[in-house]
């Protein structure tokens, strides 16, 4: 997707207030999309919902894939409890909830690759709630297929056990070395901080160069004055609405006073 223009912003504007400086930097990084996605936790809604509320083939494929994260363990789960309260015959369906578990890992593999290459914190509330999600349905899993389902065990099905336990192992090293997210909008910044650091230099001086353009415009309409200007241009890439409006980060926890 090719950048979209500032000027939009900058020339329909008959006013510049705190709302707009977050509107301006989240447009600002089109071309940083790594950078602008954990902008879009920080930034507030009306922000995000202006200038990133965008669909790519790469973003629906990701948030599928998360998405079956999240439930397909789960399916194998319900698979394994319907059959076990059906009177536990013959047919098993341990091989199906393996399967559905074998993709998953084959997703933990994917997301742990991007998350060497990409290192962001996240909630506690995300990293366990992932984690309950995998370790839960297998568990239930395992204890249906070693009790009501143990003499069906024989021929290779009980590989599928191995598989289950591999993705839950997995997910909790995960969520136990997990990098936490502090209280506050400190540790999103940080995020931020991480993705432009990934940043190519051609990519950041772009990246400078479009916004100092769109800045040296707002003052020349006189929505900005010699201050904001300043202030504005001195804030890192990633970090102008945290500059100049951070009262509307979504984390944001004013200092108290010593």
């Keep these: 997707m090719n950048p979209r223009p500032l000027d939009e912003l900058v020339d329909t504007a008959s006013e510049w207030g705190a709302l707009d400086w977050w509107k301006l930097e989240v447009r600002s990084l089109d071309a940083a999309p790594y950078v602008q996605s954990d902008l879009a936790i920080l930034a507030p809604p009306e922000a995000v919902q202006a200038e990133y509320s965008r669909v790519t083939a790469g973003s629906v494929i990701q948030g599928l894939s998360y998405l079956y994260l999240l439930i397909g363990p789960l399916i ?25 578990t074998a993709i998953a890992l084959a997703i933990t593999g994917y997301s742990e690759i991007q998350d060497r290459l ?47 336990g591999v993705e839950m192992l997995a997910h909790v090293l995960i969520a136990l070395r997990a990098r936490i997210l502090p209280a506050g909008s400190g540790g999103i910044v940080a995020n931020v901080r991480a993705g432009v650091a990934e940043l190519d230099s051609g990519t950041l001086q772009a990246l400078v160069s479009r916004r100092g353009q769109a800045l040296e415009r707002l003052h020349e309409r ?22 100049m409006a951070p009262q509307l980060a979504k984390a944001y926890r004013p200092r108290a006073s010593r």
């Design 222 to 243: 006189g929505l900005i004055g010699d201050a904001d200007l300043e202030r504005a241009r001195q804030s890192p890439i990633g970090e102008l609405g945290m500059t």
């Design 76 to 100: 194998g789960a319900i698979l394994m409890f319907r059959w076990s309260s059906d009177g536990a015959g013959d047919g098993m369906p341990l091989a199906a909830a393996g399967v559905l």
């Design 118 to 164: 990409h290192p962001r914190a996240v909630s506690v509330r995300a990293a366990v709630t992932i984690a309950a999600l995998q370790v839960v349905p297998g568990i239930v899993t395992v204890v249906i297929a070693l009790g009501p389902g143990r003499d069906q065990l024989a021929g290779g099905r009980g590989w599928w056990l191995a598989v289950i």
